[in-house]
């Protein structure tokens, strides 16, 4: 008996061992997210050379992409899944016939991506132009599967077409894939943050990705019968754990083994683990690309091993999709470019520099915010009594979105500065691509209220909020009252000097400023955020306030019926091309006054009292008045409390 009893207990103990041993499966995941239309990489694309190695400086690229998905796929001993958090779409000439030929879809099926989201920028094109996009995907046979599970749709008839698709299955809320006899759950999610800078997906809203998300898993895990769920949110994450959306999500939401995330461009080198969750996020523009190996094991999911592989020029890319890329190209040229005298990879101008983007006045910033200003007045008439000129240019970080970097050669190509400036979509019948740019007239106190956007908001709101500018000179001191840290602005430029500007309430004098509709909109509602305390109206050059500011966008021909819209990319575009041929060569030459900031933005930090107070709005006074008080109500608190003591 005693043997039987032993002899048992040794067979339980192999069979505890035996069948975990079995039961383990692996998964490899890659994963990209906010490709942003960069089929070339995100150096000066006339250095990408995907057909051979060790030759130019270029990262990304999808051919090269393309080869790593292939590579993997081919020797891998595990059953592999191809997916992407969103935002592959608007961040290249590429995206302009994206309407018509889909390219970054029909390229993602073909390089094997399982699945993908929707991200914010896939809506830039508004719902019916996303819903092109997908047929014309379908249309060409390469439509991956796309996943979406908070998208609400309207009543109304604007977002239809695509509604429709959803209602066809070409887009879920989730998808089942079974791989190596795995099922495996993948759901989308578009994050809080992200909607709110998609203004364009209007009617479509997003209901709450936490509880969307509660929703779904609990149908993958209880209905489905998953193995494994897989999140693809363009939620993003963020160094503060409190606004770190897809943090908050793996906290907040059991049942999620991983989390592909987007939006945010966050660079991991190794994923995070929230609950159990695995959160990973691979950069931008498809410079790295994840590997994601899992285990799983008797329901559990672990982490086995994790690289993130660069996108460089030690990988030759693929033939197949490099040659698609070049057809793609020829159909730009044909389709758009040639009938504005522009060639895809036509130089330009040369640059001894890089024009980069930065938390601060940068010079890329510099050089675009002037080639609005100085495009607009071309097209006003300069400033005439008829139509004033604008005096100041403004223009977000959040719509810059690639510099425009020397290279090897220092050349500057239509394709490298359109990446820096390539968002939006226009008014007019055609809706063609590109923000237009407005023309509207502020107070100068207005003006100093739009300022505060950069030293006020921006810290709250994130950098994409941060401003550059053009025409003006601002000061501020970060120390003093939120929405009122302002202390100076002059206008002018590095070339006629700069005179200051009476920024009191009782200055009624109206100046000139362009923007592109989408900043414009947002100085527009900057004082529902705030409370009311940067409450701005744009105005007419008659000084009447502006109801629809597509009224004040800019007409590039006023010879043509309607207007034909003066597009932001082609105003830097033009700008650039027009810069003095220093070295007569035949191309433009930037000049060196870019090399970096011209001082326009100063910052001057003081806790000096006076400084904290001097030409204070009614926020900065009202504070001062309760300082004034609290401290008078604590002295005669003192004083009664004294007498009494002593008495």
Known sequence: MKRMIQIAAVSLALAVIAVPGMAVKRLTLLHTNDLHSHLLGAAPNL????????????????????????????????????????????????????????????????????????????????????????????????????????????????????????????????????????????????????????????????????ESARKWVRKLREDEKVDLVICLSHGGLNPDPDRSEDEILAREVDGIDVIVSGHTHSRLKRPLTVNDTIIVQAWEYGKEIGILELALQAGDVKLAAYTSRPI?????????????ITAFQSELRQGVLNEMGLGFDQVIATTDFDLTITTGESNLGNLITDAIRWDVNRHLGASTAASPGVAVGVISNGVIRDPIVRGINGKVAVCDVFRAIPLGIGFDAEQTMGYPLIALYLYPAEL???????????????????????????THNPKRMLFDRVTGIWLGDEHRGYTRLDCSSGNKELIGVTADIYNATFLKVIGDFTWGILHIEPKSSDGSPIQDLRTARVDANPNQPGIQELKEWQSVMAYIRQMPDTDRDGIANIPAGYRGPRGRQVAAASMNPVHLVSGGNWVTWTVVAVFVFVIAFLAATVVWAWRRWSH
């Open 47 to 210: 250095a990408y050379s995907p057909a051979t190695l060790n030759d130019d400086t270029t990262r990304g690229g999808f051919a090269r992409i393309a080869s790593v998905i292939r590579d993997v796929r081919q020797n891998s001993p595990h059953p592999v899944l191809v997916v992407d958090a969103g935002d592959f779409m608007m961040g290249s000439l590429f995206h302009l016939l994206s309407r018509e030929h889909a390219y970054e879809l029909r390229l993602l099926s073909m390089m094997g991506y399982d699945a993908l989201t929707l991200g914010n920028h896939e809506f830039d094109l508004k719902p019916a132009g996303l819903a092109r996009i997908l047929n014309s995907a379908e249309r060409y046979g390469r439509l991956p599967a796309v996943v979406a599970a908070n998208l609400v749709f309207s009543p109304g008839a604007e977002d239809d077409a695509l509604e429709e698709l959803y209602s066809a299955g070409r887009i879920n809320p989730y998808r089942v894939l079974e791989r190596g006899g795995l099922r495996i759950g993948i759901f989308g999610l578009m994050g809080k943050d992200a909607a709110e800078v998609a203004p364009f997906a209007d009617p479509v809203t997003f209901s709450d990705p936490l």
């Open 312 to 324: 460089d020029d030690t990988i030759v890319g693929d033939a197949d999709i490099t040659r698609d």
């Open 448 to 474: 100093k209220k739009a300022m505060e956007i950069l030293t006020s908001i921006y810290p709250l709101k994130g950098s994409d909020y941060y401003l550059q500018v053009s025409g003006l000179r601002v």
